[in-house]
């Protein structure tokens, strides 16, 4: 099971970007997926985005346009890039990796979009 850790996540203003990175402590290489999720106050936690095994990506319809999330298998890390960002947007965000029966999460990182 690899440790994840979140970063780039801060205050920014309606209709700017941030680039969130996920590092991981071992390879991501042979991973079945990997994901970005997040969770408002009061709400469950929801999928952002996440890369398949074999390359293809989903999103949630409300994200989609706006973000991207790609994955650097030489740095062990996966990236969402947020654009256009929403007050609705705000949440914490949190790193999954998956590999076969084991789940790994990162400790999130708080995204605030200020209108």
């Known amino acids: 099971q690899v440790q994840l850790v979140e970063s780039g996540g801060g205050l920014v203003q309606a209709g700017g970007s941030l680039r969130l990175s996920c590092a991981a402590s071992?390879?991501?290489?042979?991973?079945?997926?990997l994901g970005w999720y997040r969770q408002a106050p009061g709400k469950q936690r929801e999928l952002v985005a996440v890369?398949?095994?074999?390359?293809?990506?989903n999103y949630l319809d409300s994200v989609k346009g706006r973000f991207t999330i790609s994955r650097d298998n030489a740095k062990n890390t996966v990236y969402l890039q947020m654009n256009s960002l929403k007050p609705e947007d705000t949440a914490v965000y949190y790193c999954?990796?998956?590999?076969?029966?084991?789940?790994?999460w990162g400790q999130g990182t708080q995204v605030t979009v200020s209108s």
């Open positions: 071992g390879s991501i290489f042979r991973a079945n997926t």
């Open positions: 890369i398949i095994s074999g390359g293809s990506t």
């Open positions: 999954n990796v998956r590999a076969g029966v084991l789940s790994s």
